[in-house]
């Protein structure tokens, strides 16, 4: 009985670690994506992964694309600014 507690308390507790990361940063208006010029791809096959949006230091800051290996089987789904009760948040994009 007493494992099952321990275990049920490393469980809540693990829980509450990961929910305290995913929280959604949010801005009142979406930011203008900044141009750039994409580079040459290095090599041939090459995946452009496009720029995405990271919060920090208390703001959203534009991370630049780069040029990935594809992935077999899978493809790119691309990040988005999605609209949440004060305004916007940027969803990342990942490899699905």
Same mark, same amino acid.
């Given at each position: 009985?007493?494992?099952i507690a321990k275990i049920g308390l490393l469980l809540a507790l693990t829980g509450?670690?990961?929910t305290s990361c995913a929280a959604d940063y949010y801005v009142a208006e #979406? $930011? @203008?994506e900044p141009v750039y010029v #994409? *580079?040459?791809a290095p090599y041939a096959g090459a995946y452009w992964v496009p720029g995405e949006w990271a919060? =920090? !230091?208390n703001r959203y800051v534009y991370i630049n694309g780069y040029y @990935? #290996? $594809? /992935? *077999? !089987?899978r493809v790119y789904v691309q990040?988005?600014? %999605? $609209?949440? /009760? =004060? !305004?916007?948040a940027w %969803? /990342? !994009?990942h490899w699905r």
């Open positions: 009985m007493k494992k509450t670690l990961f #979406r $930011p @203008a #994409r *580079p040459v919060w =920090r !230091g @990935a #290996r $594809p /992935r *077999p !089987g990040g988005y600014w %999605h $609209p949440v /009760r =004060r !305004g916007y %969803h /990342r !994009g």
